[in-house]
């Protein structure tokens, strides 16, 4: 069903379930991936919050056996803990034995640690392995040379993976063969929305719009729950207003994707001299757009410094360190 508001055509979708056709996700891999994977061993040097985020769903809808993955983890107590979250595989202490038997290797520890993981694996992964890092903001030359494998492929997803509905920006190394390629695909297309890039530098870029976004966004719905109940609301009654209405909002903008953009379908809910015409203008008073942007553009900054081993890298004025006196 479709209505206009002004000249946009606004097409109303019912239920959930209908708006399936708006994401390209969830998608299972191809029967020839699938038999290809079957077979394969699957690494996790780090099996911490966004790696187990990723081997979740892939287990639980038998993309991945649990016969076919180890995971690492830095103490017994972290080990037994993830031995009981994910009954079937093998977790140990040992990077390198983990290093060693992956066919696919998903490098989750931290920046800081990839020097001490790097040491203790030794070169020592399979010749043809592909290494899929998840660390934020270090370049793939960085990755290739630590681990001594020029297979590489460094994705950027953000948290809503856990429910196959993440955005997995990626960018790999001219030696991932096509077969690889085709496999990390398929992979990522079951936990949400894979986007591969043809730019490294544009990695940097996505973590700030869509890796760490997620935070920005549950940002948002607190400060409006926190706004409602100031004015009167229940929390809960305020919580689901403020998540459902962000909810709704995006899938209304993604059913008008490339038909209406921001502004347009800012404007069909703004009536003249009416509430949200009074709630735009004291965001614009008080620079929410502009906040959005620092922020934006903070996290970008902070990207670019780990990937050059900087303490800062300062951009703009507003960037600069305030001496407090």
Same mark, same amino acid.
């Given at each position: 069903m479709e209505r206009y508001h002004g000249n946009i055509s606004i097409r109303y979708v019912p239920t959930l379930s209908t708006i399936s056709f708006l994401y390209p996700t969830m998608a299972s891999p191809t029967n020839? =991936?699938?038999h290809a994977m079957k077979d394969m061993k699957f690494s996790f040097l780090g099996l911490g919050q966004m790696a187990s985020h990723f #081997?979740? %769903? #892939? #287990?639980?809808?038998?993309i991945i056996h649990p016969e076919n993955v180890i995971g690492t983890q830095y103490s017994e107590e972290t080990v037994k803990a993830a031995r009981e979250k994910f009954p079937?595989?093998? =977790?140990t202490m040992?990077?390198?034995l983990a290093a060693t038997e992956g066919d696919v290797v998903f490098l989750g520890v931290k920046p800081t640690d990839l020097p001490a993981v790097s040491s203790v694996v030794n070169g020592g992964m399979k010749k043809d392995s592909l290494l899929i890092s998840m660390l934020a903001a270090v370049p793939m030359r960085r990755i290739s040379e630590a681990m001594e494998n020029p297979r590489v492929c460094r994705c950027m997803p953000n948290t809503p993976v856990k429910i196959r509905q993440g955005v997995i920006p990626y960018v790999s190394t001219p030696e991932v063969s096509s077969e690889q390629r085709e496999m990390v695909d398929n992979l990522f297309s079951a936990l949400g929305y894979p986007m591969e890039l043809t730019k490294e530098s544009h990695l940097d870029i996505s973590t700030a719009i869509s890796g760490s976004s997620p935070a920005y966004f549950f940002l948002i719905m607190e400060a409006m729950a926190d706004a409602g109940v100031h004015c009167? #609301? %229940?929390?809960?009654?305020?919580e689901l207003m403020a998540m459902k209405s962000m909810q709704g909002s995006v899938n209304f903008a993604l059913a008008q994707h490339g038909r209406a953009n921001f502004a347009e379908l800012k404007a069909a809910v703004t009536s003249p001299g009416g509430t949200t015409a009074s709630a735009l203008h004291q965001a614009e008073k008080n620079g929410l757009r502009a906040t959005v942007a620092e922020i934006v553009w903070a996290c970008y900054r902070r990207s670019l410094e780990i990937a050059s081993n900087d303490f800062k890298v300062y951009g703009p004025g507003t960037w600069e360190p305030k001496i407090v006196s």
């Open positions: 020839a =991936v699938r #081997l979740e %769903p #892939l #287990l639980e809808d038998g079937g595989i093998h =977790v040992d990077n390198h009167g #609301l %229940p929390r809960r009654q305020a």
